[in-house]
């Protein structure tokens, strides 16, 4: 199934083989996955989630690097957004959930003694499948972690309010209606708003789980063109059931299965050539 769109292909691969080519002048198969270029921001080693005692991710090892969109993809109940809730402590607020072996955030042991869990999830943002803003206007939900994290200004709430509605591509449609409920928005208008609210507190990271599948298509593409826009500046890891938004979005893509990583590649090669029988079955809808 050719899923990966022609962007997708460009942006992570620019010498996937070109088919026009006689088969003489093609350059040589990939070689083995490359790890991922540049700084690793989150990176888990033999990490497992147990709800009591079911092990709902088991012994992950993966290395996501910073400033790129990473998908994971795979069927339901596989383990996908308990991985992802591990990296900004979500789970801690789960009774009888604790993890195992090792997840870092820039090195830095996430589950280790010293870590200001507040000061986590203020590095690492999130935004959910549902968009849930506050029953607040538009202006009090985006400064809503500012003024938590002590900006009081008038001038200074203004401002950060105004650049992060503008990097959530939100501000042309809100900036009339900054002190109206923001439950009045349109569901694709309340999930950018959400993720304005995560941005205006400076994350490094966001955590997107399913941030298009309560919205319309069209919604949901605009939530695609500003993950892309925010590639680069910050690190995305977003979880979907979509293969073709997380071959359209991601620059890597992680399968899981039965909370077991399947394989994690750069997205153009999970897609085309993976590794794993599983992956493949998966990608061409044998299951799941
Ligand atoms: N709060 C919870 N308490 C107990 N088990 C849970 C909880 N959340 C998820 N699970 C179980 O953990 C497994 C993985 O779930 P989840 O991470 O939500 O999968 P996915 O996001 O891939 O659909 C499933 O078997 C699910 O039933
Ligand atoms: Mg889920």
């Not at 200001?116 to 939900?141: E, H, I, Y």
Request: charged share 20%.
């Amino acid at each position: 199934m050719a899923v990966v769109s022609e962007k997708g292909a460009a942006r992570v691969n620019p010498s996937v083989p070109v088919p026009s080519l006689p088969p003489s002048e093609r350059p040589p198969p990939d070689p083995a996955p490359a790890p991922p270029a540049g700084r690793i921001h989150v990176a888990a080693e033999g990490f497992s989630v147990f709800y009591a005692d079911v092990e709902a991710v088991r012994s992950v090892t993966l290395a996501i690097p910073q400033g790129r969109v990473t998908a994971i993809i795979g069927p339901s109940g596989c383990g996908k957004s308990t991985l992802l809730r591990a990296i900004n402590r979500m789970n801690d607020l789960i009774p009888g959930c604790r993890v195992s072996g090792r997840l870092t955030l820039d090195g830095e042991d996430v589950y280790g003694p010293q870590i200001d869990v507040t000061a986590l999830r203020q590095r690492v943002g999130m935004v959910f499948q549902k968009p849930n803003p506050f029953p607040k206007s538009v202006f009090d939900n985006v400064a809503f972690g500012p003024r938590i994290h002590g900006i009081r200004g008038r001038s200074q709430l203004e401002a950060v309010v105004e650049r992060s509605l503008r990097r959530a591509a939100l501000w042309g449609e809100v900036q009339d209606r900054l002190h109206e409920n923001a439950l009045g928005l349109s569901g694709g208008q309340q999930q950018r708003l959400c993720i304005a609210r995560a941005l205006a507190v400076q994350p490094e990271l966001l955590l997107m789980d399913e941030p298009t599948s309560a919205l319309d298509p069209i919604a949901a593409s605009r939530i695609e063109d500003l993950i892309d826009e925010l590639r680069g500046e910050y690190t995305v890891i977003i979880v979907t059931h979509n293969m073709q938004q997380a071959a359209r979005v991601s620059d890597l893509t992680a399968f899981m299965y039965m909370g077991e990583l399947v394989e994690f590649d750069a997205t153009s090669r999970l897609f085309t050539s993976p590794a794993q029988a599983r992956t493949q079955d998966y990608i061409t809808g044998r299951f799941g």
